[in-house]
């Protein structure tokens, strides 16, 4: 029997292909990306996994090519998993690098040795687009934990309005403030923004491809006084993460980043009747109360200018008025809002002007201006001018009266009346005695006599409301206290700390006699110094005052809550004790 020795060869280079495909085959390879939208100056991760059912061991490793990015790091790790009685051990290859510029860049495939046989991954393709502005700022160096402070704008006119947002980002899971400081912007008006009563809401936010959870601090909105660069300053925090009922956690000192404004000056050819309004959408609505009456009869003249911009700094408009009207000093009402995107309402400014001739006399138009921040250019509002005629009056006319007759002017309700003067002459022989104003002249003492005593006992008895809400302020404290714990045991956060800010509050406020509005830390500190109260304790109550007020930003966990409810009703106790010795 004759061996052909070409179809042996055939079948064991046959064999050896299908042991060697099907030793490749065994092995799974995927890619995952931290980020799937890059921008340049980005660092993002590639992870690159392989999994088999068998036990394997990785010998060599050779990296994509990565043009347009730069290296930075590399790690790997293995895992071994047992799902339903099956066994999955796994090898992951991370690599890091930085899109240096913008395009579609295509990764080689990388190629891994497990147990000598070479397996690779597929080619892997990379999108990068531009740099955001409103992220172009130094990396932060813990990304775990950083803050942010944003604006609308960065190159406003002088005198719109900017929003300006102070943010922390997070990726722990419980996070608490310790301290926090912001410093004065110099060269603009500010207008803080209130938030809701349970505070800024919480949301979350992608950044790189990582989730981060984002407290809001504070939002305000700032008018640039000035033209040229107006820098806001960068704020600190000091941050407790990962605390619990065990661990006191981790304390971290951050630094945000400063924001620079750009500031415009107005165009040069502001109209005459411009004064310093800047927004948009601004209406001027004139109102006269009467166009015919007679002398020394009132007219109501409104000016109501309602929009969006800096409508607390707006003036009384200027009248034009003819010199035979007196026009007195405007009332004004103010309707304006605040919120992010600035100041809206209006503003009505209500004169009482008074004809003191008689005749037809022609009013001009009035006017008002402001720059429009919507198109750039200044715009100019004007009424509709008027014609008043006035009739004689039963009175003279008071033609160019002077400023001292607006003494003689008395407003009962809705009407104006002009003060009669008449002379009354008494004969020469009338005597002081047995008048009227004689019997008043002698019993004058004993009636000073009578409210002096009187005012006496009334202070005495404010003298003694104040030392009796002196000597029970720990008490009513206690009762607030048990207020608070009423909502900590309803699981009302915002409301327990909101109480328990108010009964450490009332306590100091009645403990050393200074009114609520009053108080500050520094106040505080400097009061419970003077009577010799230790540091730990001052530290001890400043510490959990600053918890109630950052509860509304970053809230803490329900036994961090109870804590501080225990430290204060010990606190009080020690100062209660210090005082009455």
Known sequence: MKINFKILLLFFIANIFIVTKGSAQKFTTSINTSNKSVQVGDVFKLTYSISSKDNFSITGIQRPTYEGFSFVRESNGESHQYINGKATHSFEYSIDLKANKKGTFKLTPATFIAD??????SYFTVQVGASDPKLNVAPPK???????ISVSKKAPYKGEVVLVTYKIYSRYGNIALDNYDYAMIDGVWTEEITAEKKGWPTKQESINGVRYNIYTLKKEIVFPQKTGEIIIPAFDITARVNRSFFNQG????????TQVLT?????NNAPLSFESQVGKGYKCEVTYSTTELKTNEPIDLKIKISGKGSLKQLNAPELNFPSDFEVFDPETKNNVKISSSGLSGSKEFTYLIIPRHHGVFDIDAIEFSYFNTATGKYKTLTSEAVKINVLKGEGKDLNNTSSENKKDVELLSNEIRH????TELNPVNDFFFGTTNYFLALGSPFLLFFLVFFAKRI??????QVELTHKNASKSALT???KAEEHLKNNNDSEYFEELHNAIDGYLSHKFKI???GLNKKRIEEELTKISIEVTTITALLKVLNDCEMARFAPLSHSDAETTLTTSKTLINKIEKHVRR
């Open 116 to 121: 000598d046989v070479e397996t690779k991954s």
């Open 142 to 148: 813990n990304s775990n934990l950083f803050t942010r």
């Open 250 to 257: 981790s304390v971290i000192n951050v630094k945000s980043n």
């Open 263 to 267: 500031v415009k000056a107005l165009p």
């Open 419 to 422: 003060i009669q003067h008449e």
């Open 459 to 464: 202070t005495g008895k404010e003298k003694n």
């Open 480 to 482: 607030r206290l048990s």
């Open 515 to 517: 009114p609520v509005s």
